[in-house]
């Protein structure tokens, strides 16, 4: 067990609709990070935020948003959703604002757009 | 569980064999990589790390070698067991945050 807890597990949706996804990281560890996995794209970042400001943003559609919350849990928000948004959306935490620590994933949720 | 990657490469070894998955890494100014393991349904979980002023690093089991010369990592398991079936990703820090490769996945036959 990583310490890094994601809900929901799944989610199933329609097309054009709005859905939140929720992290909330080990205890202690300040930074947060969203990524996304499909079939044929692999694990793509989508940004990272350290004790609640944006420190990084990777390939983060504008449909997209995230934040995290004074209490570090973070949400990632996805909105006019597609087809193509199908995917495994896993968050991560660090207890370092660098990329010269370990990620420590949660078990991600899989979301189904239809 | 979700499969991940279905056109990924994969390596299948005889239980008890030695494992060896290697990975090409891109960017010259990284210097911290990492190796993570991915059960169905689950997210990925870290296995050992290295840095770069390190050209081996063992572990349980695993041992982690970098090459910088040639931008080559690899992840050697030894006596492989049927619970080391997963998918397999090297991460380097090039960049800002994180680039993971594309994972190989590994079957272990009885």
Known sequence: DSGVTQTPKHLITATGQRVTLRCSPRSGDLSVYWYQQSLDQGLQFLIQYYNGEERAKGNILERFSAQQFPDLHSELNLSSLELGDSALYFCASSGYRGSDSPLHFGNGTRLTVT | ?110
């Open chain 2, 1 to 110: 569980g979700e499969s991940v990657g279905l056109h990924l490469p994969t390596l299948s070894v005889q239980e008890g064999d030695n494992s060896i998955i290697n990975c090409a890494y891109s960017n010259s100014a990284s210097d911290y990589f990492i190796w993570y393991k991915q059960e169905s349904g689950k997210g990925p979980q870290f296995i050992i790390d290295i840095r770069s002023n390190m050209d081996k690093r063992q572990g349980q089991r695993v041992t982690v070698l970098l090459n910088k010369t040639v931008k080559h990592l690899s992840l050697q398991i030894a006596a492989t067991q049927p619970g080391d079936s997963a998918v397999y990703f090297c991460a380097e820090n090039g960049g800002q945050n994180f680039v993971f490769g594309p994972g190989t996945r590994l079957s272990v036959l009885p």
